[in-house]
């Protein structure tokens, strides 16, 4: 395109980046001519230029105007579904149609300053009004990595670790550590890639689970994991009470008693931690710090401790400084006791280890998730290894497993008598080793760090920041993942906490609900039934979190591009894979109730199927899947056992045709295709908008009314022109219908000719392409239209009702064609959707076309609301030889193992009908014959000319055998079905050319006529869909 001169632009217009708004055109239309109106020369690349429906007009753009824009952030943010428009950016018909001007849709021009932060326009704020202040965010640091590592570091790393290394040495509590290590260091590689697989918003596990996975198992595990984390609160902080207590023990100061003390002290603590919680993230961010301060000191008091020469009151409690002989003999391991096992004390320490998800619970408080949340988990878990390593490892070679503590049990060195390797430095220990009574030793004395660090109250001190920093974190955490997850909706009367305040949406509902938990289980006092539980819930979200990393990647979708690589899928099922051994190696009754819950809770979410999209990789795996199996079944030969009958139903839009609809339906679902077609008849432009706009509409109408069907539709100049595109084009490989499904078109009598002669060449149609036909006709009719617009508007009435056939696409006038008015208006009920009792299905299997017109009834009987009508078979014979027919006909019918057993043979099908029906017949015709008198042919086709429909004499002469055989079926159809819960008949077939439109309507007509059960016309394609053999 040729380059348009531009007019020079004024400084102030400078930072538009390349483009103008609307907004900066308006000068131009507001004032006359303004800086920006088009000259003379210049002009757009579009042949009118005008508003265009988004928000640019002409902008400058390489050096050209155009309406075409460059690529910008905000085309692009808050979109979800495939169709989503992008803000600001030109639709295809703003780029390829001739714009009409729209000056409704403008919109104000989006700054540079706003573009660059990546903020929609509307967040610019109003003039005058006073700016939103700035949340607070955290770094990496600050945010994840100290909030993980104090979460990780708990109790255990002072009072058990010293106790596991003298039960399996210091080589097998490495391997410990190192197995516990590997799951978490694989969880949190794909808690890494998750979260840099676009923008994380608040919500930690649960938001990365749901986002990841769906919101079935997401919002099963948002909820036990929020629960998980509230009692995960009371257990910290009864660790904390109950140190607290032993310390008031000891010097016979309790407050009441015990256990009471615990309570107090706890509720009192937990009172505390929820006050420094109200008091804003920033707060419990400097809490966290002071924390994490304590535990370093504590830890460099400990190794300070381990180098210091050991006292004569430290070596009678097992403490010799670092010997060689100590760390050799702690290296081997020594099991003692019930818990004495390698899986057993595997058990113990693993929950030290979990705490990895503190910093991701959190995510709506970061600065920049995609970057804190991988390298602050994975640095927390690398420095917490470390610590574990070191102190397992300088624990294991400085203190003996067992010591008595008493300063007698000094000997020489060398001594007789004298048994362990505390001899050889001067201590004699044999006696309560052998009697199993040292209360001192890494193996008695969970202390043991307290007594080996330089200043024994800085490990209180330790413990004390370990258990509440891992109580706040888990008070902070418990909330936020709720918030989310309340704000969701996926589960009832949880919606009242989803409210945020202040600046950082603080969920401080959630926070006293968190308070009120955590208060409850304090209480209780006793929480050794609920610890396995708690940890079964953490190992269920690394299972899930893993499992979300492998099934996004299993699965191929071209939206899984996460910007941290290094992690793979098989490490993450295998890390998936061992949270669930881990589960149950740890309690296996809770891993069971865990299991149990998250059953439970999927199982609720699957059954109200909340309204949401969030492009999970369920959602991929479904289409691979079914992409997978449609090519397949491609490669798969057909064969007549597996045949079933694909429908293609002409409902139109299918509110309007719900008893054909729910026919179809009733014997399809959950057994074979069935794909709802409409015709939109007129131009294309005037069209296409009306089917994108209902196509959502109509399906979300067939789930509310659980039909199991595809939609689509076709633009066409005309009826059969359509319906040639659908019979044509409808379906994929194997999965194409093999049934054009219909209504019966009451209204052929007063119809349009050309009409008439459409309905019955879409019939035609369907034999030339091989499909079966099966035709629908009830006495009230199929099509509810006007029943739904008196309803809406009782002054309507629809001027001829032109599509009652059930295949058009004309909305009558004033029908709602918004998508949610058509899924929410109400369901008209039809009677495919009653239970039918002891009646009969009636079929009458006249000619022999494949064995279509008894399979479908035989699929209808199946379901249960059919299941109790009987099924009587009627076929034609001669009265001389009816015991032979019906055997032979019961005979085929049980090598098909229909279970159909009643079989009546009507050998007065062949007598004449009554003169007043034949009468009927003939004035039912009257109207379209051409009364030519026997004319020759070349006559009569001249005569014809431009009346195709018109019935000739003679063509009434050759067909008047059948036409009888149409009013006689249809007097033998009163006398045995007239109280049939439904009739099917095998469909009569006109020759094509040979039997004229309004004959062939004719003999439908008689046939069906005056029946009040519902009348199925079925014609196979004469080819078999039932055989006896097993090959």
């Known amino acids: 395109m040729a380059e348009l001169p531009v007019p020079e632009l004024p400084a102030a217009l400078s930072h538009c980046?390349?483009?103008?708004?609307?907004?900066?055109?308006?000068?131009?239309?507001?004032?006359?001519?303004?800086?920006?109106?088009?000259?003379?020369g210049t002009g757009c690349d579009s042949a009118q230029p005008t508003h265009l429906s988004g928000s640019t007009l002409c902008t400058r753009t390489f050096g050209y105007n155009t309406v075409d824009v460059v690529p910008a952030y905000e085309h692009y943010a808050n979109s979800k579904g495939v169709g989503d428009a992008g803000k600001g950016r030109p639709s295809l018909a703003d780029l390829h149609s001739i714009l009409k001007p729209d000056p409704g849709r403008l919109r104000a021009p989006v700054s540079d300053l706003q573009r660059s932060n990546g903020l929609p326009e509307e967040a610019a704020g109003e003039p005058g009004r006073a700016p939103t202040p700035e949340p607070v965010r955290f770094g990496w640091v600050k945010g994840v990595m100290i909030r993980c590592m104090l979460n990780i570091w708990g109790v255990i790393l002072y009072l058990r670790l010293p106790w596991?290394?003298?039960q399996a040495g210091i080589a097998l509590t490495w391997l410990i550590i190192l197995m516990s290590v590997t799951v978490t260091t694989i969880t949190g590689l794909s808690i890494s890639a998750i979260s840099t697989n676009g923008k994380v918003k608040s919500g930690g596990t649960y938001f990365l689970i749901s986002r990841s996975l769906g919101p079935e198992l997401g919002g099963s595990i948002g909820l036990i994991f929020a629960f998980a984390n509230a009692v995960a609160v009371a257990m910290h902080t009864v660790g904390f009470a109950e140190t607290v207590r032993d310390l008031l023990q000891e010097h016979n100061s309790l407050i009441v008693d015990p256990t009471n003390d615990i309570r107090i002290i706890g509720v009192v603590t937990v009172t505390v931690l929820l006050g420094i919680s109200l008091a804003g993230m920033e707060w419990e961010a400097k809490a966290q710090i002071l924390f994490f301060l304590v535990i370093l000191v504590?830890?460099?008091?400990?190794?300070?401790?381990?180098?210091?020469?050991?006292?004569?009151?430290?070596?009678?409690?097992?403490?010799?400084?670092?010997?060689?002989?100590?760390?050799?003999?702690?290296f081997v391991p020594s099991w003692r006791g019930p818990e004495g096992s390698f899986f057993g004390l595997f058990s113990i320490f693993f929950p030290s280890a979990t705490g990895i998800l503190a910093g991701a619970n959190i995510s709506g408080d970061l600065k920049d998730p995609a970057v804190a949340i991988p390298k602050g988990t994975l640095m927390a878990i690398f420095w917490t290894t470390m610590s574990y390593l070191v102190l397992s490892a300088t624990i294991g070679s400085c203190v003996v497993r067992d010591a008595s503590g008493s300063l007698n049990d000094s000997v020489a060195v060398g001594s007789p008598g004298c048994e362990g390797l505390a001899c050889s430095f001067g201590w004699n220990f044999t006696a309560c080793a052998q009697r199993q009574s040292c209360r001192y030793g890494l193996s008695n004395y969970y202390q043991s760090m307290s007594m080996v660090s330089g200043f024994g109250p800085l490990i209180t001190a330790g413990i004390f920041g370990a258990t509440l920093s891992s109580a706040l974190a888990c008070l902070v955490s418990a909330p936020k993942v709720f918030q989310c997850l309340c704000r969701d909706q996926l589960y009832p009367l949880i919606g009242f906490f989803g409210k945020g305040y202040g600046r950082n949406s603080e969920p401080i509902r959630g926070y006293m609900l968190t308070y009120v938990i955590a208060v409850g289980f304090i209480l209780i006092a006793e929480l050794n039934a609920i610890a396995p539980i708690i940890s079964n819930f953490f190992l269920c979200s690394y299972a899930l979190i893993n499992f979300s990393c492998f099934h996004a990647s299993i699965t191929n979708s071209p939206g899984w591009r996460p910007s941290f690589r290094y992690y793979s899928k098989w490490a993450a099922l295998f890390g998936a894979a061992v949270s669930v051994v881990i589960m149950f190696l740890l309690t296996w009754w809770a891993a069971l109730i865990a299991f149990g819950i998250v059953i439970f809770l999927l199982g609720y979410v699957l059954y109200k199927k909340p309204d949401v999209n969030w492009g999970s990789s369920m959602q991929a795996s479904s289409y691979n899947m079914a992409l997978n199996y449609s090519v397949g079944l491609s490669e798969v030969?057909?064969?007549?056992k597996n045949y079933r009958p694909q429908c293609l139903v002409l409902t139109g839009p299918p509110n309007f045709r719900p008893a054909l609809v729910d026919f179809v339906g009733t014997f399809t679902k959950n057994l074979s295709l069935m794909l709802c077609g409409n015709v939109l008849i007129g131009p294309r432009k005037q069209k296409m908008p009306e089917s994108r706009l209902t196509a959502d509409g109509h399906t979300k109408w067939?789930?509310?009314?659980?039909?199991?069907?595809?939609?689509t539709d076709v633009v066409a100049e005309d009826l059969r022109s359509g319906v040639q595109m659908l019979i044509q084009a409808a379906g994929l490989g194997k999965m194409r219908p093999n049934i054009l499904a219909l209504g019966y078109k009451r209204n052929w009598q007063t119809a349009s000719p050309q009409s008439l002669e459409d309905y019955v060449g879409i019939l035609h149609d369907a034999f030339d392409f091989k499909y079966g036909v099966c035709l629908?006709?009830?006495?009230?009719g199929l099509n509810v239209s006007r029943v739904m617009q008196a309803h809406v508007n009782p002054t309507f009435e629809a001027a001829g009702h032109p599509e009652e056939n059930g295949t058009g696409g004309r909305v009558a006038p004033g029908t709602a064609a918004d998508p949610a008015a058509l899924a929410s208006e109400q369901q008209a009920s039809t009677v495919f959707q009653s239970e039918q009792g002891k009646k009969t299905i009636d079929i009458y299997w006249l000619f022999d076309d494949g064995g279509l017109t008894l399979l479908i009834p035989y699929l209808l009987g199946r379901k249960k609301r059919w299941g109790k009508c009987k099924i009587r078979v009627f076929v034609g014979g001669q009265i001389n030889r009816m015991d032979e027919e019906r055997k032979a006909i019961v005979s085929l019918l049980s090598k098909f193992r229909l279970g159909f057993h009643e079989v009546h043979i009507l050998p007065d099908i062949n007598q004449k009908p009554r003169p007043e029906h034949v009468k009927r017949f003939d004035d039912l015709i009257a109207p379209f014959r051409l009364n030519d008198g026997f004319k020759d042919e070349a006559t009569v086709n001249e005569m014809r000319q431009g009346c195709p429909w018109k019935i000739s004499d003679e063509e009434i002469d050759k067909n008047r055998a059948k036409s009888?055989?149409?009013?006689?079926?249809?007097?033998?159809?009163?006398?045995?079905?007239?109280?049939?819960?439904?009739?099917?008949?095998?469909?009569?077939?006109?020759?094509?050319?040979?039997?004229?439109?309004?004959?062939?309507?004719a003999w439908l007509e008689t046939l069906s006529?005056?029946?009040?059960?519902?009348?199925?016309l079925t014609r196979g394609n004469q080819e078999n869909v039932l055989t006896f053999y097993c090959q």
Do not use: W
Request: a positive charge.
């Open 17 to 40: 980046s390349g483009r103008f708004t609307i907004s900066t055109l308006l000068g131009a239309e507001e004032g006359g001519r303004g800086p920006y109106a088009p000259t003379e």
């Open 164 to 166: 596991i290394t003298a």
């Open 298 to 330: 504590s830890f460099i008091n400990y190794l300070v401790g381990t180098v210091i020469p050991a006292t004569a009151e430290k070596q009678a409690k097992g403490f010799f400084s670092y010997r060689a002989d100590i760390f050799a003999q702690n």
């Open 637 to 640: 030969d057909e064969h007549i």
């Open 702 to 711: 067939l789930m509310k009314r659980k039909i199991k069907a595809f939609y």
């Open 776 to 780: 629908m006709r009830m006495k009230e």
């Open 964 to 1001: 009888l055989r149409q009013v006689r079926l249809n007097e033998i159809l009163l006398d045995y079905s007239r109280d049939a819960a439904l009739v099917a008949i095998t469909l009569p077939i006109g020759r094509k050319g040979r039997c004229p439109s309004s004959l062939y309507m």
């Open 1009 to 1016: 006529q005056d029946l009040r059960p519902p009348v199925i």
